[in-house]
């Protein structure tokens, strides 16, 4: 990450990011592949259904708490 502060990934949104989103399209991700995607508070829910009923979230975590992957 830089130094500017992250923003939501919602389409239009422009807020602080809170959450980050891991997610994995297992048809042409590796397994162990996360994409993620940044939310604010009034967008995670939103993304994270989006997400969830393609079977593409796997995680979902404060971005404070976020550790990349190695090599990410």
């Known amino acids: 990450m ?6 939501c990934s919602a389409k239009g949104c422009r ?3 809170v959450w980050v989103l891991a997610w994995n399209n297992p048809k042409i991700h590796t397994p ?3 994409k993620t995607w940044l939310a604010c508070e009034e967008h995670r829910e939103h993304l994270s259904q ?3 009923v393609r079977g593409f979230l796997k995680d979902v975590v404060k ?3 976020w550790e990349a992957p190695e090599g990410a």
């Open 50 to 52: 989006f997400l969830g």
């Open 63 to 65: 971005l404070e708490d």
């Open 2 to 7: 830089t130094d500017e502060t992250p923003i």
């Open 32 to 34: 162990d592949r996360r």
């Open 15 to 17: 807020a602080d990011a």
